[in-house]
């Protein structure tokens, strides 16, 4: 008889809740992956501070590279841009409980030269800062929120 109340249903709707890696894999949808890529890795911490998951500087131009090329200033931080093909090349995998973010990091110099940016720098390149990190937090515990909502089917 209880199943048959509001209360039931609102129980057999909490039972759906227990597959949390749907909630966790559904958070992160492509606005979410876009957001975490290009605004918080690429331009927040590569283009902008030029850092890496850290907090440390991945590098700075010399004064031979802004010889080379005068909109790379010396003493400035790498911005890992000079194409966009490394930009472009990145990407997250969603896991059961944890995300990969990833990218090509092979470099081809005008001269043939390959530089692996990974080996070169660290994979912390790709990676989200503490600060970066806490403002995922509350994106996916909002739309955490937003999906339990949806399955209780409350306000």
Same mark, same amino acid.
């Given at each position: ?20 890696? !749907?909630?966790?894999? *559904?958070?992160?949808d492509?606005?979410?992956?876009? @957001? +975490?890529? %290009?605004?918080?890795?690429?331009? #927040? ?48 995998? !969603?896991?059961?409980? *944890? ?7 092979? @470099? +081809?110099? %005008?001269?043939?030269?390959?530089? #692996? ?10 990676g ?17 929120i ?10």
């Amino acid at each position: 008889m209880l199943m048959d109340t509001k209360l039931g249903l609102l129980l057999k709707r909490t039972s759906t809740l227990t597959k949390e890696r !749907v909630a966790w894999q *559904s958070a992160f949808d492509g606005k979410l992956k876009n @957001k +975490i890529i %290009e605004e918080w890795i690429q331009n #927040d911490q590569l283009f902008e501070k030029g850092i890496d998951e850290d907090g440390d500087i991945i590098g700075l131009y010399s004064e031979w590279t802004e010889m080379i090329n005068p909109e790379k200033v010396a003493g400035t931080p790498y911005t890992l841009k000079d194409t966009g093909a490394f930009y472009k090349s990145m990407f997250i995998i !969603v896991l059961v409980d *944890s995300f990969i973010i990833d990218g090509d990091g092979k @470099k +081809i110099d %005008e001269f043939g030269k390959v530089t #692996d940016l990974f080996k070169w720098l660290g994979e912390g390149i790709v990676g989200l800062t503490s600060e970066n990190r806490e403002k995922l937090k509350m994106e996916i515990t909002e739309k955490f929120i937003k999906y339990v909502k949806e399955i209780l089917q409350i306000d």
